[in-house]
């Protein structure tokens, strides 16, 4: 690490009494604490982590702060620039632009989630059984994840939209389901090479039964990687929900998303480009944090090895 | 007295590619009740197969094709699955290696002595965690009220192998299949864990078979000995037998290459001439017959079985078991 000389000493010196606190109060450091600790010490990560609070806390406050109704027209205002009043203008319809971007941070964050934890709960799921039966439920499931990533996934979410309808729901599953094949891969070959570690065999020797096996000590330990593709597949799902906002097939007007915004924005790009920049800026900056977690937990949980 | 454990004919094979390695061939040994069993060899003899054979833990592309393995008065190799588990840890526990993987690293030790109890008999965590600490306390651990607690990369090795030795303990095992436990520590730990294990057998009366390429280790602690040879036992006897008058002429070039304590610190080591058999096919005669300085032509043509040349001393080598036979035409190695 690059500091400067001068900001060593101090630095050293809070770090050492914190680790001399820690090691006086004799707790135990979990892998997980450490993992933490290996985290925060990189700056980047920091900056990550913090982005991405902000903005998570910015579109879930935001609207008890900002209590403008993001779906109330003032036809009179339509189209107006950025004013004390409506801080990034108005959109063709007169409404507040602030209050649909926050309003629409809400659906596409909370779809992006449901649609990453889905999808990890269910990839993880059939990895796990996959790689811990082996066989013929091993070459059948994994055959069936290859179909799937045969399909571009904004294609499959397309075709699963424009079977299901273009509700909540179905737009979470839409891009949840591309993305089930992608953990169940990184699932299965985590859980081949745990299943083979010495401490499985030595809970086997010890007479342990294969379902606490399994779920002591496969599952924690083939996680790590899940939960650092999880964050990095959160930037991605957020990036196809606005995709397919922006393509009209994602959540229907007059209800508010970043996507859908950014559609909306492009007619009059040039009398109002803060309603395009705003929400084009609010997708790509929360999608690289989120990359950039993925980035600093994959650093924290040393997964590279 | 009957043996508590009797190993017939074990044998393993590998599926491989080229076609199966027969990495077991046939092991058969006994131990009694309150013994120490050296099991020696160098790599690749089959020692750690016979030992996960016989707590049927041979995963594909390893089976077990062969043999029985009598403890308590059944085949460990035929008993349903359920008998087998509460074999497993319950009468029969193992010590593996390599201490530092073969702890889980995101559960803390005590829980891991739990888990290894609690699969053997109900007991509430309070209970678990109290034998726990009893069972640190037990294997030299210091201060185990804390250790319980932590996790396994806050110990050093040494401790780490006295935990792994811990959960061996947990259900007051009759017998201990050690697999090489202080391979990978240093010396002085090794030392330690030694006596640990001696003492566990004098006073609980534990038996113990104990594998090792590390022939000074097992001279130390084993009262019987087993060299293994490219999957077969070549020699069994007392260890002062083995290492005094060893029989098979594998032992005696082991032996051979050690280096002596009284001789000059530039003098060259022996080394056993030549390589182990690669053990696909079925090899005709004495395994170790191409490396034999004493081979003679039946070397080649028959397969020795394991008999005794001396009382309770059996060595499985044609030569030896000519001159057993005819003291005095001792000529005929040469």
Known sequence: MSVGAGSVAPRGGWRRRRAEALAASGAAVGPGRLALRRMFRNRLSIAAVAVLGAIVLAVVLGPFVWTADPNAQHLNLAVAGPSSAHPLGTDTNGRDMLARVLAGGRVSISISLAAVLIAAGVGALIGLAAGFAGGLLDAVAMRAMDILLAFPSLLLALAVVAAAGAGVVSITLAVAIPNVAFFARIMRSMVISVRERDYVLAARASGVRRSRILLRHVVPNSLSPVIVAMALVFGLTLLDVAALGFLGFGIQPPQSEWGTLLNDAREYLLTSPVALIVPGLAIALTALAGNLVGDALNDAFDTGR | ?334
């Open chain 2, 1 to 334: 007295m009957a043996p508590l454990l009797d190993v017939r004919e074990l044998a393993v094979d590998f599926d491989a590619p080229g076609g199966a390695v027969h990495a077991v061939r046939g092991v058969s040994f006994a131990l009694a009740p309150g013994e120490i069993l050296g099991i020696v060899g160098e790599s690749g003899c089959g020692k750690s197969a016979t030992a996960r054979a016989l707590l049927r833990l041979i995963d594909p592309p390893g089976r077990i094709v062969g043999g029985s393995v009598l403890f308590e008065g059944r085949d460990l190799l035929t008993v349903p699955a359920a008998e087998l588990r509460a074999v497993r840890g319950g009468r029969i526990a193992m010590v593996f290696q390599d201490p530092a993987k073969s702890l889980n690293p995101v559960l803390t030790i005590g829980r891991q002595l739990a888990a290894a109890m609690r699969a053997h008999r109900r007991c509430t965590r309070e209970q678990a965690r109290a034998r726990a600490c009893e069972l640190l306390a037990d294997v030299g651990i210091a201060d185990p009220q804390r250790r319980v607690d932590q996790y396994p990369h806050e110990l050093s090795g040494g401790m780490r192998q006295r935990v792994m030795i811990a959960m061996a303990l947990a259900n007051e095992p009759a017998l201990i299949l050690a697999d090489e436990p202080t391979t990978a520590l240093d010396v002085t730990i090794q030392a330690q864990i030694l006596d640990l294990l001696r003492r566990i057998n004098q006073e609980q009366g534990t038996a113990i078979a104990f594998i090792s390429h590390n022939l000074g280790v097992i001279a130390e602690l084993c009262h019987r000995v087993a060299v293994l040879y490219a999957g077969r036992v070549v020699e069994m006897g007392s260890t002062e037998d083995v290492f005094r008058a060893p029989q098979h002429p594998y032992t005696r070039a082991l032996l051979g290459s050690l280096p002596a304590p009284g001789a000059a610190a530039r003098s060259r080591l022996t080394p056993v001439a030549g390589a182990p058999p690669v053990l696909t096919g079925a090899p005709r005669g004495c395994a170790f017959a191409p490396r034999c300085p004493r081979r003679i032509a039946v070397c080649d043509e028959q397969d020795p079985q394991l008999e005794p040349v001396r009382p309770a001393h059996l060595a499985e080598c044609w030569v030896a078991q000519a001159e057993a036979a005819a003291p005095a035409a001792g000529g005929l190695a040469s």
